[in-house]
């Protein structure tokens, strides 16, 4: 079991950065599969990134490709999100998520077994 602690969410202009920290509870960080979602008010949870055990593989879905970094370090248990270039439609409420069995749909929420509770951000126009 993991527990998760997100922070570094804020108020920021566009074209501004954040960079968002997930830290793990456990010994066995280097297992799990991260991944971050976002939600915005009335719209669904949406994939954003995600890693692997090791770091050497992400993905990111096409609108955050180039502005936005998925980075791990294993040896502080901690997932981190480096987003630059900010827009507004990038306001939302992000979560950091951790998923046991590395599944292949890494872009569904259901797949990830333990989340944050979550760092609000919110890019002004």
């Known amino acids: 079991q993991v527990q998760l602690v997100e922070s570094g969410g804020g108020l920021v202009q566009a074209g501004g950065s954040l960079r968002l920290s997930c830290a793990a509870s456990?010994?066995?960080?280097?297992?799990?599969?991260m991944g971050w979602f976002r939600q915005a008010p009335g719209k669904e949870r949406e994939f954003v990134a995600r890693?692997?055990?090791?770091?050497?593989?992400?993905y990111y879905r096409d609108s955050v490709k180039g502005r936005f970094t998925i980075s791990r370090d294993n040896a502080k248990n901690t997932v981190y999100l480096q987003m630059n270039s900010l827009k507004p439609e990038d306001t939302a409420h992000y979560y950091c998520?951790?998923?046991?069995?590395?599944?292949?749909?890494?872009?569904?929420?259901?797949?990830?077994?333990?989340w944050g509770q979550g760092t609000q951000v919110t890019v002004s126009s």
């Open positions: 998520a951790a998923d046991w069995f590395g599944s292949p749909r890494y872009d569904e929420s259901t797949t990830y077994q333990y």
């Open positions: 456990g010994r066995t960080f280097s297992s799990y599969v």
């Open positions: 890693i692997s055990r090791s770091g050497g593989a992400t």
